[in-house]
């Protein structure tokens, strides 16, 4: 199987854009590389300024490359291999060569409890496929139940991200653009993306971009998404334990610094999933948290922060690293919008670790509204799939 090519590009115009990216990826060796028994897969990542274009640049693709197979996203940044684009018309291609039969991509699924179209489901039922890479749209209430019920429905692991814009939400799914922001085109939003045969080696990993400041605590008494005890306790003096002195002399310094976390049972790596801690009843001695939560949820309170989150990135690359047979052929990026510069204060820090630790290779993904893992739906968090 060939090595994966990269191309990215910024300008002005999306002409110009997709004009660059074409003629990199034709200097690179994935596209000569397909055989008659192989297929050529190309993922495309758009910034949010070129999210109108998208089906221009990918029209071009296609014609200009005679890559059938894309699928893709728009994100309010987007990554390569070492570098990382915000705030200004930019777009990422990666391309890879696969077996015949070695991957299938999904038309978006819109409605709940509607699964897979006949010929998917044919097509995942075969091989089993044993993992997916999707792209949600925010906008549709049921993206989130929809990542749910297709990984119980397949029982592949889902890796991507919701799409994140100021504007339009274009995901692809071969030649056709999915926008759940032109009602006319009779395509909202859902969950779309590529399955992958088992004879497709990846390795995934995860980082939760914060680090607990105290155990976790079981919810003693609730309301809806209010926290009205912890461990039998007044739910505001177990987290002032938590945060220590100074936080609690002044909670408003907490905000944005202090997030509600909730351990994802049966993990064996410590998983868990991250919420905003959104109020604080100081006279009730309340908390209230971005999630509608239950008796008897363990919950605890972590730290975010550009060194709380660097730390863990480094250690969840390392750990990867590890485990890899071998240097990466290509690999996908899905980080938070609340991460990037906005976190670190400059472009390019998480796809500098990545190349740091991992070498240099082809490296394609973009900064959304949320990350996918697992089948389950995180944010502040960074999720990368590596080709081996």
Same mark, same amino acid.
Request: glycine fraction near 12%; proline fraction near 4%; include cysteine.
């Given at each position: 199987?060939?090595?994966?090519?990269?191309?990215?590009?910024?300008?002005?115009?999306?002409?110009?854009?997709?004009?660059?990216?074409?003629?990199?990826?034709?200097?690179?060796?994935?596209?000569?590389?397909?055989?008659?028994?192989?297929?050529?897969?190309?993922?495309?990542?758009?910034?949010?300024?070129?999210?109108?274009?998208?089906?221009?640049?990918?029209?071009?693709?296609?014609?200009?490359?005679?890559?059938?197979?894309?699928?893709?996203?728009?994100?309010?940044?987007?990554?390569?291999?070492?570098?990382?684009?915000?705030?200004?018309?930019?777009?990422?291609?990666?391309?890879?060569?696969?077996?015949?039969?070695?991957?299938?991509?999904?038309?978006?699924?819109?409605?709940?409890?509607?699964?897979?179209?006949?010929?998917?489901?044919?097509?995942?039922?075969?091989?089993?496929?044993?993992?997916?890479?999707?792209?949600?749209?925010?906008?549709?209430?049921?993206?989130?139940?929809? !990542?749910?019920?297709?990984?119980?429905?397949?029982?592949?692991?889902? =890796?991507?991200?919701?799409?994140?814009?100021?504007?339009?939400?274009?995901?692809?799914?071969?030649?056709?653009? =999915?926008?759940?922001?032109?009602?006319?085109?009779?395509?909202?939003?859902?969950?779309?993306?590529?399955?992958?045969?088992?004879?497709?080696?990846?390795?995934?990993?995860?980082?939760?971009?914060?680090?607990?400041?105290?155990?976790?605590?079981?919810?003693?008494?609730?309301?809806?998404?209010?926290?009205?005890?912890?461990?039998?306790?007044?739910?505001?003096?177990?987290?002032?334990?938590?945060?220590?002195?100074?936080?609690?002399?002044?909670?408003?310094?907490?905000?944005?610094?202090?997030?509600?976390?909730?351990?994802?049972?049966?993990?064996?790596?410590?998983?868990? =999933?991250?919420?905003?801690?959104?109020? !604080?009843?100081?006279?009730?001695?309340?908390?209230?948290?971005?999630?509608?939560?239950?008796?008897?949820?363990?919950?605890?309170?972590?730290?975010?922060?550009?060194?709380?989150?660097?730390?863990?990135?480094?250690?969840?690359?390392?750990?990867?690293?590890?485990?890899?047979?071998?240097?990466?052929?290509?690999?996908?990026?899905?980080?938070? =919008?609340?991460?990037?510069?906005?976190?670190?204060?400059?472009?390019?820090?998480?796809?500098?670790?990545?190349?740091?630790?991992?070498?240099?290779?082809?490296?394609?993904?973009?900064?959304?509204?949320?990350?996918?893992?697992?089948?389950?739906?995180?944010?502040?968090?960074?999720?990368?799939?590596?080709?081996?």
């Amino acid at each position: 199987m060939t090595a994966f090519s990269v191309a990215h590009a910024t300008a002005d115009d999306w002409g110009s854009v997709a004009r660059q990216l074409v003629e990199d990826l034709t200097a690179g060796d994935a596209l000569m590389g397909a055989s008659g028994q192989e297929q050529l897969l190309g993922f495309l990542y758009v910034t949010d300024l070129l999210a109108g274009d998208m089906g221009s640049i990918l029209t071009y693709l296609r014609q200009t490359t005679n890559i059938e197979h894309w699928t893709g996203t728009t994100g309010i940044g987007i990554c390569a291999t070492g570098i990382e684009y915000f705030d200004r018309p930019a777009a990422v291609a990666m391309v890879g060569a696969f077996g015949d039969e070695q991957f299938h991509i999904f038309p978006a699924l819109t409605v709940l409890n509607v699964g897979l179209n006949a010929e998917s489901k044919k097509w995942t039922d075969a091989v089993s496929a044993p993992f997916a890479v999707v792209h949600g749209d925010p906008n549709n209430a049921d993206t989130t139940a929809i !990542i749910e019920d297709l990984g119980l429905a397949t029982s592949a692991f889902f =890796v991507g991200g919701l799409s994140a814009s100021r504007g339009a939400h274009p995901q692809i799914a071969d030649a056709e653009i =999915v926008d759940s922001d032109a009602p006319d085109s009779g395509l909202p939003g859902g969950l779309s993306g590529v399955f992958f045969a088992p004879t497709v080696e990846v390795a995934t990993g995860l980082s939760q971009g914060c680090l607990p400041v105290g155990p976790s605590h079981v919810v003693s008494d609730c309301v809806d998404n209010v926290i009205i005890g912890l461990d039998g306790q007044e739910a505001l003096s177990i987290f002032k334990d938590d945060v220590g002195e100074l936080l609690s002399r002044d909670l408003s310094r907490a905000a944005g610094y202090i997030h509600a976390a909730f351990p994802i049972e049966g993990s064996d790596t410590g998983d868990y =999933v991250v919420r905003n801690l959104i109020g !604080i009843d100081a006279e009730r001695g309340w908390l209230a948290v971005g999630e509608e939560i239950n008796a008897g949820d363990r919950v605890m309170f972590v730290r975010r922060d550009p060194k709380s989150a660097e730390e863990d990135m480094l250690t969840m690359l390392k750990g990867l690293k590890k485990r890899l047979p071998g240097p990466p052929r290509g690999g996908l990026y899905f980080s938070c =919008v609340a991460r990037g510069p906005n976190m670190f204060g400059q472009e390019n820090k998480e796809a500098s670790l990545i190349r740091d630790v991992l070498g240099d290779f082809p490296l394609a993904g973009f900064f959304g509204n949320g990350e996918i893992s697992n089948n389950r739906l995180y944010g502040y968090t960074g999720v990368l799939a590596l080709f081996l």
